[in-house]
């Protein structure tokens, strides 16, 4: 896994932006997996901006959203529909047929789940899958307990996720109670992860998911077995990591290590 720490959320999201970027311009088609909650808001105004004043292009991009709310309409302002409206797709020229969000009115859970993920795997699969981390450990709605072979489904919240969510509802009682989300098996054949954290709420969890073990109790911690993880953090959320300072030495190396390739 590769460990970038930023000095802040501004330039966490920068950072992370121009991963983004970078895989848009380079293909154009590319299918991207998004995430919603507070961590990528900073990505999605930069990438706005890239949008606006560079000319980054969506209109062949193809996006999957990790997970929504159960029980909330996609015009309903909490719902994760609305946010990637609000935070990026009315701001950018992606075609709104090639974005899909699980949808949080489905009849048939089981089969929509199924769907979802059909429909990922004829896109070809994702390029690049944006994560925010959950002070549980969750990825998408993956909560403590979550098989890490799962599948999209949909998914109890835990208290905690609860708790942590409230803040952008009126009440903790108008939390929903149930999500469909992505399985962390799903996330896990994304060809890239982008993980992103901030904050010093996040550094405990940031180091079991890093440096501790895989475990189903942190699910972020089975991108420990994945071949292509990028960890863009913050200062405050690296707080805890142990061999933070040779992340730092391989981000000083890279230019070396990358000159002596192109001599061979
Ligand atoms: C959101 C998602 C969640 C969040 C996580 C962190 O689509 O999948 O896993 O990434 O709950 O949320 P924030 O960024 O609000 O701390």
Redesign the pocket.
Known sequence: MRVIVECDNGAMSKRAAVFVANLVRRKPDCVLGL??????VGMYQELVRMHNEEGLCFSEVTTF???EYYGLAPDHKES?RYFMQQNLFDHINVKPEKTHVPDGLADDVDDHCEKYERMIDESGGIDLQV?????DG????NEPGSSLGSRTRAKTLTQE?IQ??ARFFESQGEVPRFAI?MGVGTILESRRCLLLANGIK?AKVIAEAIEGSVTMQVTASALQMHKDVIAVIDEDAAFLLERRDYYQHVEDMTEEWERMCDKG
Not at 131 to 135: M, R, T
Not at 138 to 141: D, G, K, L, R
Request: no cysteine.
């Open positions: 995430a919603t909650g507070g961590t990528p959203n990790l997970d994760y994560l925010g981390i959950g002070s969750h990825i998408a709605f996720t942590d969510n989300t996040k």
